[in-house]
């Protein structure tokens, strides 16, 4: 089992930075993990995702070029940076991971889910 633990969520003006970091506890060797988030009334959906073992990052269009996933091997842990933060980004972000390669960004393919960090962006 795995288990997963967000922190480095808060509020920023747009414009502003925030890193966030998940630190898994288990085995996370040959997983995927990934970076979702949910605002109110609307879907999960992934934002970026990277091969703890291999280090191949994905992300989603909306992100590209302002997010930047990363992992500590030896600290079991991943990272979020997010620049350039837009109101749009305001979303409960959760870590998630799931034994795959590649590493989708699709939630209902990932098994394993932290409690989630809140991220607020004002204008």
């Known amino acids: 089992q795995v288990q997963l633990v967000e922190s480095g969520g808060g509020s920023v003006q747009a414009g502003g930075s925030l890193r966030l970091s998940c630190a898994a506890f288990?085995?996370?060797?040959?997983?995927?993990m990934g970076w979702f988030r949910q605002a109110p009334g609307k879907e999960r959906e992934g934002v970026a995702s990277i091969y703890f073992g291999g280090g191949d990052t994905y992300y989603a269009d909306s992100v590209k070029g302002r997010f930047t996933i990363s992992q500590d091997n030896a600290k079991n842990t991943v990272y979020l940076q997010m620049n350039s933060l837009k109101p749009g980004d305001t979303a409960m972000y959760y870590c998630a991971a799931v034994y795959r390669f590649p590493c989708p960004l699709t939630a209902d393919l990932y098994s394993h889910w932290g409690q989630g960090t809140q991220v607020t962006v004002s204008s």
């Open positions: 288990g085995y996370t060797y040959s997983s995927c």
